[in-house]
């Protein structure tokens, strides 16, 4: 097993790898920009080291900087965490390249699925559906309409080399869609290095439903079911669920076969999460594979009983599946996670600043992730998540009440926070029948704005 860990992240994912990694009786080292230099899971580490000032490009981003930590303190692991350098097949590369264990899929598999239709192409020529779209666009505009009058609009542009719902752009004529591919091809390139975009037709009111599954590195892969993800604003995912309500069990069970059976066929290893739109009579059509932890992870966590730090810990040393998982895995209950976000509840704009006071809940059920204490400063550096509180129950109902009294228990002073929306949320009557899409976020927050100026008025 690694003897000592490199946690090259921030945060609550900082914190909770920290964590399972002292369950593994790992040594770990923690590192920090400026701007992060008093959060208090850095305590959780056996070594801490500066990394830079707050500027992510020069922190968290600099990969020089990362390295030379891994040398000095002669780690033999790095964990990613999400976000970041997690999907940078590169930096991975250059992880091994120093004798380290990257924790996390080899390079190549970070490489093929990172670019978005290469990922579409692996798993189309291994029976994955895929809704109507397009290849690569090149820089011809009667070629990029030619795809979009064939695909049907309206059609969404969108990157091929990044995630995070940046540069994703609708288009329902010629004209919006020739915008869209500018703008969309400038932030790509901007955010991510690479203008490659491609088209896929735009379902206008899905289900975002992905399958979780871990691998080991002698071609054995399973599993951990499904996770609801469909509320979401600007593409970013805000509350999550698993299993998926409303669906029939044999379908979900069905999809989450087919994923297994194709990512053993390509012998991926370690973990991974694969993501699909459903649109009832399409299906579950591929959108994208991540190859890292994801944010969502501790709600598959509740419901299963599986460790997914750990066992992705285990499964990057070179442990078979086998005595990593156990045998059978079933569905125990039902797990909501809310992210918390330090950010305008209406207008989605970040709101940093100091959390002068911060309370979360206990008790049986919940379980909040975080890498913030009360004192601590939520700055405009970063992605501005506070915390995920997840609660775990019985069944979905008792979910959400449980949810509902644990966000009103819940003290954020000193910055703004997303918890009125997450409120409304549960309090809305297509969501607490499961009658859920990806446009139910935005109604929320119309319905919201509503009762505000009726309230001002």
């Given at each position: 097993?690694?003897?000592?860990?490199?946690?090259?992240?921030?945060?609550?994912?900082?914190?909770?790898v920290l964590?399972?990694?002292?369950?593994?009786?790992?040594?770990?080292?923690?590192v920090?920009?400026e701007a992060?230099?008093?959060?208090?899971?850095?305590?959780?580490?056996?070594e801490?080291r500066?990394?830079g000032?707050?500027?992510?490009?020069?922190?968290?981003?600099?990969?020089?900087?990362?390295?030379?930590?891994?040398?000095?303190?002669?780690?033999?692991?790095l964990?990613?965490?999400?976000g970041?350098?997690?999907?940078?097949?590169?930096?991975?590369?250059?992880?091994?390249?120093?004798?380290?264990g990257?924790?996390?899929p080899g390079?190549?598999?970070i490489?093929?699925?990172?670019?978005?239709?290469?990922?579409?192409?692996?798993?189309?020529?291994?029976?994955?559906?895929?809704?109507?779209?397009?290849?690569l666009?090149?820089?011809?505009?009667?070629?990029?309409?030619?795809?979009?009058r064939?695909?049907?609009?309206?059609?969404?542009?969108k990157?091929?080399?990044?995630?995070?719902?940046?540069g994703?752009?609708?288009?329902?004529?010629?004209a919006?869609?020739?915008?869209?591919?500018?703008?969309?091809r400038?932030?790509?390139?901007?955010?991510?290095g690479?203008?490659?975009?491609y088209?896929e037709?735009?379902?206008?009111?899905?289900?975002?439903?992905?399958?979780?599954v871990?691998?080991?590195?002698?071609?054995?892969?399973?599993?951990l079911?499904?996770?609801?993800?469909s509320?979401?604003?600007?593409?970013?995912?805000?509350?999550?669920?698993?299993?998926?309500?409303?669906?029939p069990r044999?379908?979900?069970?069905?999809?989450a076969?087919r994923?297994?059976?194709i990512?053993a066929?390509m012998?991926?290893?370690v973990?991974?999460?694969?993501?699909?739109?459903?649109d009832?009579?399409?299906?579950f059509?591929?959108?994208?594979?991540?190859?890292?932890?994801q944010?969502?992870?501790?709600?598959t966590?509740?419901?299963?009983?599986?460790?997914?730090?750990?066992?992705?810990?285990?499964?990057?040393?070179?442990?078979?599946?086998?005595?990593?998982?156990?045998?059978?895995?079933?569905l125990?209950?039902?797990?909501?996670?809310?992210?918390?976000?330090?950010?305008?509840?209406?207008?989605?704009?970040?709101?940093?600043?100091p959390?002068?006071?911060?309370?979360w809940?206990?008790g049986?059920g919940?379980r909040?992730?975080?890498?913030?204490?009360?004192?601590?400063?939520?700055t405009?550096?970063?992605?501005?998540?506070i915390?995920?509180?997840?609660?775990h129950?019985?069944?979905?109902?008792r979910?959400?009440?449980?949810?509902?009294?644990?966000?009103?228990?819940?003290v954020?002073?000193?910055?703004?926070?997303?918890?009125?929306?997450?409120?409304?949320?549960?309090?809305?009557?297509?969501?607490?029948?499961a009658?859920?899409?990806?446009?139910?976020?935005?109604?929320?927050?119309?319905?919201?704005?509503?009762a505000?100026?009726?309230?001002?008025?």
């Amino acid at each position: 097993m690694f003897d000592k860990v490199l946690v090259a992240n921030r945060g609550a994912v900082a914190a909770r790898v920290l964590r399972a990694l002292k369950q593994l009786g790992i040594r770990t080292v923690a590192v920090y920009s400026e701007a992060d230099r008093d959060l208090p899971y850095l305590a959780w580490a056996d070594e801490t080291r500066a990394i830079g000032p707050a500027d992510a490009r020069a922190s968290y981003l600099n990969q020089d900087a990362l390295l030379a930590v891994l040398a000095e303190t002669r780690a033999d692991g790095l964990h990613p965490g999400y976000g970041f350098l997690a999907e940078n097949a590169g930096f991975a590369r250059r992880v091994a390249a120093q004798g380290a264990g990257f924790i996390g899929p080899g390079a190549d598999w970070i490489e093929a699925m990172g670019h978005k239709t290469r990922a579409r192409d692996l798993m189309a020529a291994r029976g994955m559906p895929l809704g109507p779209s397009s290849g690569l666009l090149d820089d011809d505009d009667e070629a990029s309409l030619a795809a979009a009058r064939r695909i049907g609009y309206p059609v969404l542009v969108k990157p091929a080399g990044g995630g995070g719902g940046i540069g994703m752009l609708a288009a329902h004529d010629d004209a919006q869609l020739l915008a869209a591919v500018a703008q969309a091809r400038s932030l790509s390139q901007r955010s991510f290095g690479c203008a490659d975009l491609y088209l896929e037709r735009l379902v206008e009111r899905p289900r975002h439903i992905e399958f979780q599954v871990l691998a080991d590195r002698h071609g054995n892969v399973r599993h951990l079911y499904e996770r609801e993800c469909s509320v979401q604003r600007r593409h970013q995912k805000v509350v999550e669920e698993a299993s998926a309500p409303g669906l029939p069990r044999a379908a979900l069970d069905a999809a989450a076969d087919r994923v297994t059976r194709i990512l053993a066929d390509m012998r991926y290893d370690v973990i991974g999460t694969v993501e699909t739109l459903y649109d009832g009579a399409g299906g579950f059509n591929f959108l994208e594979m991540n190859t890292r932890l994801q944010v969502e992870h501790a709600v598959t966590e509740a419901v299963t009983g599986i460790d997914l730090v750990q066992a992705q810990v285990r499964l990057a040393w070179g442990e078979r599946l086998d005595a990593v998982l156990p045998s059978s895995i079933g569905l125990n209950g039902h797990a909501i996670e809310a992210r918390i976000y330090a950010e305008d509840p209406l207008r989605f704009l970040p709101s940093p600043g100091p959390l002068a006071r911060l309370e979360w809940p206990s008790g049986p059920g919940i379980r909040v992730e975080t890498g913030y204490a009360q004192g601590s400063r939520v700055t405009p550096y970063y992605d501005p998540m506070i915390a995920k509180l997840i609660v775990h129950a019985e069944d979905r109902p008792r979910a959400l009440a449980a949810l509902e009294e644990a966000l009103r228990a819940t003290v954020v002073e000193g910055v703004k926070t997303n918890i009125p929306f997450v409120l409304a949320l549960l309090r809305n009557e297509r969501f607490v029948n499961a009658d859920i899409d990806t446009g139910l976020a935005a109604e929320v927050v119309r319905d919201m704005k509503t009762a505000a100026a009726a309230n001002a008025a």
